[in-house]
């Protein structure tokens, strides 16, 4: 029979193999779905990963939808790597969000296009806040972070629906609950004619890079990581885990909070209660799937984006309904701690007695 | 609303949290954290849901949910306990995948109803001025919480095997040392855990809303998770704080319709900011937390190392 055992090293091949072979095992149950739904599974397939690179559009579709899940999960992978579980960047995304809309809607017809400088420093602000609450709760009085992330997800949509619904409603809008449509100038800068993609790409490069550099090549990263692996041995070298909490906080929170900025100044160009898409959710697994490294999270954000834009395209052409995104996001999550096992552990085969 | 009406309410609101704290519970009991708890909710909210839409039968339904619940569970069990996963990251993408399965696996039922809902009351006792709107005119799943209470402190604090559930979420260790089990135990609590949250899922959809949309059971599972620690994992404190949830919950509609005048957002926080204000209040004291929770929760074993 089967047998689990533990190897003596843990193993560098399939650290780097479990991603592929957990997208593998997603890829043949959705193809399962497709064919139980009565769906063409080769279509399916098509949807998904072919569809979304086919052209130099529907590429930098792609790079647009993979932006916020990439800011998002770089940050988020400092915090896991921190052993600090903030399951809530869905809710500093959306705070990001509010706070760059509150600045954009200060901008009139004559405002400068340098609006956007303190558009998004808003929006990393109001990440970090949210994010701040987290690590003083938890600091001060040692509120479990994973509650209370999660809680202020919810507090977080109420207050954009308040804002939407209450102060900040388009008086010219027919009662609709959203914000007027921002001023030309506080559009994100476009990296290229013919495409909805922002700047808000290279920053998020630019923050993978960052955050590469931080994590393996400053002190402070690798204390960082120390005081998440090993408290007892961070404690001993002198490391503070407070300001390990602080840092993974305000950092990831901060991540977000930009994530959310770039969408509502960017492609959404408004304040409506649909901002919240879910992406700090899906950032998880992103961060995940891309080994808590920065490197990894590019691939990941990419695959993550290409599960998104299939769902759309599902709906749109086979008729499902596009919550399919959200089952095989789940999926990948699993199979990919599953097949993480194979890291620590061998299987082997061993006759029966 | 009357007093008497919004005690019920609250007890009506309470029971949906103790149900799935209650499972929770035994999961904690165990050693074993399910941050999955929204996500099983909300498939045996849908699993509940269609099997009424098809059948009729609520006791169907509630049975539909409990299966979802515990099938789940058995997933993530499978993988916490055998495969050794992180019980965070596992119990979270339960969550997720609940999440988007049930959305995925809901939308036709989206417009569905259900039969019209029969209006309980107990003989006698149903008809006493006040107490009898108040607390004998609930639905039945209201009082077999009360008897799940019950049945679980007499299960966990004065039978054999609550002692040994016990021990193996304290020392699993040990508990393998004596000869027991220590994953088919842990596995048998995930699943029973996974149950209750199952019942919990399928009452919020047939009984307390009775209709299906996405993502309705809207965080009751973090609360009820949030509930386990304020309790000290004390079932009788499980129940009475789920109550007091409840009542919160309930006050938010009070006050909207005694004309306060707060926006409705700022309400709908209140059941999300009073369990932060309560987890601050509950962990200012690490060690009180220390004594009473299980000391083997989130940590893996392996017999044979």
Known sequence: MFELRNRAEASRFWAAASPALALLITVAIGMGIFVALGKDPVQGLQVFFWEPIKSSYAISELLLKATPLLLIAVGLAVCFRSNVWNIGAEGQYIVGAIAAGGVALMATPDTSGWIVVPILLAAIAGGMAWGGIVALLRDRFNANEILVSLMLVYVAVQLLQYMVYGPWK???????????????????????????????????????GGMWVYLYRTRAGFAQQVGGMAPAAARYAGFSARKGLWTALLISGGFAGLAGGLEVAGPIGQLTPYVPAGYGFAAIIVAFVGRLHPVGAVLSALLMSMFYIGGELAQSRMGLPKSITGVFQGLLLFSLLACDMLIAKQITWRRAQ | MSSALLVAAALDAGTILALASLGLLINEKAGILNLGAEGMMLCSALAGFAAVVHTGSSVMGFGAGMLVGAAMAALFGWLVIWLGTNQYATGLALSLFGAGLSAFAGTSYVKEKLPEAVQYKIPLLGDLPFVGEAFF?????????????AGMMWFFFKTRSGLVLRSVGESPQSAHALGYNVRLIRLGAVMAGGALCGLAGAY???????????????????????????????PIRVLLGAYLFGGVTMLQFQLQAAGVHISSQFLNMMPYLATIVVLVLISRNPQWIRLNMPQSIGKPFQPNS
């Open chain 1, 170 to 208: 388009d008086p010219n809008g027919y009662n609709f609950p959203q914000t007027k449509t921002f001023e030309s100038a506080t559009q994100i800068p476009k990296l290229m004619g013919g495409s909805r993609v922002t700047i808000g790409l290279l920053l998020a490069l630019a923050g993978a």
């Open chain 2, 137 to 149: 005119s609930q639905h039945p799943m209201v009082y077999i919480a009360m008897c799940i209470t």
């Open chain 2, 204 to 234: 919020v959809s047939t009984v307390y809303t009775p209709l299906w949309v996405e993502g309705m059971t809207a965080g009751k599972g973090w609360i009820a998770l949030a509930l386990t620690t304020f309790a000290t994992w004390r």
